[in-house]
């Protein structure tokens, strides 16, 4: 499946203020703009990206944007949103079958509301990420002297809209034709829905928030502080007969790690690194290898119960690095495949995860080709 991305970065962002568009502020140090721009491009299904800006910063879109990993084009919005998104389709190739149009303003989405965004999109045609609404609504009169409620609204068929949406080719050509005789939407679902199509929701995600206003992007730079690192460390005698796994990736090898579980080093040293930064222990005390029920448990898994126990304490992954250290075979050919499989389990783009292979020159017990090692630094940031 070829899925294309239209970013929409076309407004000022006046309710921010300030003479710089919002989505070139910083936060994090990054600019949310490149920021939202990554949460796409990092996508393993994304194979192309269109970026839509204010006619006067196209020139500079190139700057702007920073390196993609696939093709990116930076075109000129219009007056409104319709407008902005129909000039983006528009720069969007023949071959794309799925297009997701995601607002910049949200530089917070996580892979799994993508992933969830381009399936029930393939699916149904249409697809928009929404959280229920907690709070309880009410429909006022409002006037220069008061606001009186009305009604209170039931709140079991409200849910609030995020993005990015998702579309069939198709499914968008008609939303984008009827957006250019519509009044101004605020998204292209409710274009999809003038066109009398479906529009099916997936869950969406509370930290996809939107930056609005100046409080919005205060929050948002508190947030990228609350941030903290942890480091993992992980080694395995080498032995005949075993496989050599690598976050779930079957290596070709002579040799394998000997260990209690799958001796996926990647994983383990990833495992210590995510607990140790969110103060939850580490490896061996959650999955002993006197527990029956860990033997030969791939390292994916292990992985994965221990983000659970991460995510619980209000953390989050922001990337990871990871250095393998193995004297043969050639790990390169192997890492792009390791890096997509933990990105999927770790909740990030793959660009947010990096794994390196090196040797130890014939030094110790590595370099004589009797073991494997593994290190690993992560840094995980509050949930929003």
Not at 114 to 123: E, F, K, L
Not at 269 to 278: N, P, R
Request: charged share 20%.
């Amino acid at each position: 499946m070829y899925v294309a991305a239209i970013i929409v970065a076309g407004g000022r962002g006046a309710r921010v203020g300030g003479p710089v568009p919002k989505q070139l502020l910083e936060i994090g140090g990054e600019s949310i703009l490149r920021r939202s721009v990554r949460a796409c491009d990092g996508h393993p299904l994304v194979g192309e990206l269109v970026v839509v800006v204010p006619e006067e910063l196209v020139a500079a879109g190139e700057a702007l944007v920073g390196v993609t990993r696939v093709p990116c084009r930076v075109v000129a919005g219009g007056a409104r949103r319709q407008d902005s998104v129909r000039a983006g389709f528009e720069a969007v190739s023949n071959a794309a079958e799925i297009v997701i149009v995601h607002d910049a303003a949200r530089p917070f989405v996580t892979r799994d509301v993508i992933d969830r965004v381009i399936a029930a999109a393939a699916s149904v045609g249409a697809a928009v990420p929404a959280i229920p609404v907690a709070d309880t609504v009410k429909r006022a009169s409002v006037s220069d002297q008061s606001r009186v409620v009305l009604k209170t609204v039931p709140r079991d068929e409200l849910w609030l809209a995020q993005t990015p949406q998702g579309f069939r080719r198709d499914v968008l050509a008609r939303a984008v034709a009827a957006g250019q005789s519509a009044d101004e939407a605020t998204d292209e679902a409710r274009l999809v829905e003038v066109a009398g199509g479906t529009v099916a929701i997936v869950d969406g995600d509370r930290r996809n928030v939107k930056i609005t206003t100046s409080d919005d992007v205060t929050e948002a730079r508190q947030r990228m502080t609350s941030m903290r690192a942890g480091t993992g460390y992980d080694l395995h005698q080498l032995v005949e007969g075993r496989p050599l796994v690598l976050a779930g990736v079957d290596v070709p090898s002579t040799k394998g790690p000997l260990g209690h579980s799958d001796g996926d080093v990647v994983c383990h040293a990833l495992t210590d690194a995510v607990l140790g930064a969110a103060g939850a222990g580490d490896i061996g005390q959650m999955f002993p290898n006197t527990d029956p029920q860990w033997k030969n448990a791939p390292g994916l898994d292990l992985l994965a119960r221990a983000l659970a126990v991460v995510h619980a304490r209000g953390w989050v992954v922001v990337n990871a690095d990871v250095t393998v250290v193995l004297e043969t075979p050639k790990l390169a050919p192997h890492l792009p495949q390791v890096r997509e499989a933990l990105a999927a389990v770790l909740g990030v783009g793959v660009d947010a995860v990096t794994v390196k292979g090196k040797t130890n020159e014939g030094v110790d017990a590595v370099g004589r080709g009797e073991a494997i090692a593994s290190h690993a630094v992560v840094l995980l940031g509050a949930k929003a």
